[in-house]
């Protein structure tokens, strides 16, 4: 049994100094909220949308909360109370399925499964950034696919479209006769974030 040992000269890590939220928490999963806390989870109170959400635990910088299971796919907005303090997010529940075949499968036939994502397709555009949050995302799918990289935004590609936009503008405010009907075309690799999602067969027999 292995035990943390923190060295005299360590920095101790810094207490966040303000609130952050997954921009989608899966149902099933712990959702994870990172801030200045008491670490008691007495005080707190935390719910999606008018449902409560149990907390599972607290500590000095983050709260664990579970998603209520009759909560559906979706926006459902979360709310961190703890004390005089109350924390709104804009949090879309998402939800993994799967789904049988509905044909008649005969003896020695095999059946298919249909996987399925509900609820981030309800992200607003403007949250679809590359990052990870929590951290421990990441070493969770290292573990299902070693040497994974989070992707990163393509900065070039960011400034050239805010170049582009100023162009844009400063064509708009000369002569109305001039041609601007030019489509611009953004570069695929920085249309945003993406989720992954890995499906493993436990019973690959069977």
């Not at 664990?64 to 804009?90: C, H, M, Q």
């Not at 005969?106 to 951290?135: F, H, I, T």
Request: aromatic share 6%; net charge neutral; proline share 10%.
């Amino acid at each position: 049994m292995s035990k943390a040992i923190r060295l005299p000269n360590s920095p101790r890590p810094k207490r966040p100094t303000s609130y952050n939220a997954p921009a989608i928490c899966l149902k099933g999963q712990l959702c994870i909220v990172r801030g200045p806390f008491s670490g008691d989870a007495r005080k707190t109170f935390a719910a999606f949308e008018q449902r409560p959400a149990r907390i599972i635990a607290e500590t000095l910088d983050s709260v664990y909360l579970a998603v209520p299971d009759r909560t559906e796919a979706g926006s459902r907005p979360l709310v961190v109370a703890e004390g005089s303090k109350a924390i709104a997010f804009p949090i879309v529940v998402a939800e993994f399925n799967l789904r049988p075949d509905t044909r008649a499968v005969k003896q020695g036939e095999l059946s298919l499964l249909y996987q399925g994502l509900d609820g981030p397709q309800e992200l607003p555009d403007p949250l679809w950034q590359p990052g990870n949050y929590p951290a421990t995302n990441l070493d969770e799918a290292r573990e299902l696919i070693p040497g994974f990289q989070v992707p990163k935004a393509n900065k070039e590609a960011k400034e050239q479209r805010e170049k582009e936009s100023k162009h844009e503008g400063e064509a708009k405010s000369q002569s109305s006769g001039q041609e601007r009907d030019k489509a611009k075309v953004e570069p695929d690799e920085d249309m945003g974030g993406e989720i992954l999602l890995v499906i493993k067969n436990l019973t690959p027999t069977w």
